[in-house]
């Protein structure tokens, strides 16, 4: 019977928000969002390009020789030129490179009208570093300057390709996109939680300031009220996610063809060298071809079943843990929204510092700060999340994904328990001002 009572509930919530329009706009536009955030970010990285050139004040006088310009770099040694007039002259910055003595660290400097990107600034440090070494190399050995270029040229010969070697058969793996992955799920856990945590908090006060939950109470226990409030929204939560899959794929489908020809040629040479085993030797493609590309490789990669099921459980187990605390601050709170504020910090808290460590763990996933962030249940279904797409049971073994779930189950039934017994006793309290050690005597009173 008391089953039944909670069903009613849960269907009530569910039914009442999946009907909602702001429901169904953010399921339907999110999807379509992503997918031209997506293709937009590939339109551009295909078609334009930022050329940056830099005006050279060389005190060593052999920079000009190794110095290389192309489309993304190209220097400028006019005579003359100096840190007042480079802008003048057409160029983004100026490189002032003063004497290197060969037995000391020496600074040079780059001053810049136009800041260059991170990609750019390490682009231009490398080919300084290699300007430097090929001259020691032209000076100390015999080795002229064309057979310099042409050993440099010749020895690009060689691509990484990474497996993860703990199955029977050797799979192969992609780091970066494994990292993009896991940070799309660990934050997609990071933003439900807190959205449909607080759409139980404020469904509970909307219905306690209301007085509804008097009537409520009058024909259902207050735990069974909770529980369907809980289970009800976490619902439309899994709904929104499914639906969001299932959008996802067909606009995903959907969006290839808006893939311009040449790209898409670009993409079918990468395969072909790939199954060739010469993917990277002597192709040279678009950036925009190469994302694609490894976008491809990553998804036929990664274990997208196994990955899917893990966020499916972490995200009703952690959405179990944390409402279950949210709906019992909204029992407990008034008609002051302050109230709920102060109240919601200790809870808050522990999800942002999860989010912080798993984008730490994104970078180290397999590092003590990964392995206990992502087995306590208070930082597991955020941090879990970033790690598995790495691969299981490489970088997550069996044994811990196994005691990170069992954990969870176990942390969000003491908390459903412990919000049961605050639920209770702060749905009918009114007119005192609630806190944590007030909320804390109700939890254990008997």
């Not at 945590?197 to 259902?220: F, H, L, P, Q, Y």
């Not at 790495?390 to 459903?416: D, E, H, I, K, R």
Request: glycine content about 6%; aromatic content about 12%.
């Amino acid at each position: 019977m008391s089953n039944n009572k909670i069903w009613l509930i849960t269907r009530r919530e569910y039914l009442t928000r999946v009907r909602n329009r702001t429901f169904l706009l953010s399921t339907f536009l999110f999807p379509l969002v992503i997918i031209l955030f997506i293709a937009g970010s590939v339109m551009i990285a295909t078609q334009t390009h930022t050329h940056h050139k830099i005006a050279v004040v060389d005190a060593n006088g052999y920079f000009k020789d190794y110095l290389r310009s192309d489309s993304s770099l190209s220097f400028d040694f006019s005579p003359g030129i100096d840190t007042l007039n480079y802008a003048d002259r057409g160029n983004t910055a100026v490189l002032i490179i003063p004497p290197l003595p060969e037995d000391n660290v020496t600074i040079y400097r780059l001053k810049f009208k136009k800041q260059l990107g991170p990609a750019a600034k390490d682009d231009l440090e490398n080919r300084v570093n290699n300007a430097i070494t090929d001259h020691l190399i032209y000076e100390k050995t015999s080795v002229s300057r064309i057979q310099l270029d042409t050993l440099r040229s010749r020895s690009k010969i060689a691509a990484l390709r990474t497996f993860d070697d703990n199955d029977k058969k050797a799979r192969a793996s992609n780091q970066n996109a494994a990292g993009a992955i896991g940070y799309v799920c660990a934050i997609l856990i990071y933003m439900l939680t807190f959205i449909y945590g607080a759409m139980v908090m404020r469904g509970v006060m909307e219905e306690k300031t209301n007085r509804i939950a008097e009537v409520v109470v009058s024909s259902v226990k207050p735990f069974q009220l909770m529980m369907g409030k809980i289970t009800g929204i976490g619902a439309v939560g899994l709904t929104q996610f499914l639906l969001w899959i299932v959008l996802l794929v067909g606009l995903s489908f959907l969006a290839q063809a808006f893939i311009p020809p040449s790209v898409g040629k670009e993409i079918m040479q990468l395969q072909q060298a790939n199954a060739m085993g010469n993917a990277g030797n002597a192709i040279k493609v678009s950036e925009g071809a190469n994302r694609i590309y490894e976008f491809q490789s990553a998804m036929s990669a990664a274990n997208l079943g196994l990955t899917i099921f893990c966020f499916l459980f972490y995200f009703i187990g952690g959405y179990l843990f944390y409402s279950a605390l949210f709906a019992a601050i909204g029992s407990a709170v008034n008609e002051d929204p302050q109230e709920a504020q102060s109240l919601m910090m200790p809870v808050t808290l522990p999800i942002v510092f999860s989010f912080f460590v798993a984008t730490v763990a994104l970078q180290d996933p397999t590092g003590p700060l990964a392995v206990w962030a992502s087995i306590i249940p208070f930082s597991s279904p955020i941090v879990m999340t970033g790690r598995i797409p790495f691969g299981v049971p490489g970088t997550v073994p069996w044994w811990q994904l196994g005691l990170s779930m069992v954990s969870l189950v176990a942390g969000f039934l003491v908390t459903v328990w412990l919000a049961g017994k605050i639920y209770r006793t702060g749905i009918l309290m009114y007119g005192k001002k609630p806190t944590w050690k007030t909320m804390w005597k109700w939890a254990f009173h008997k």
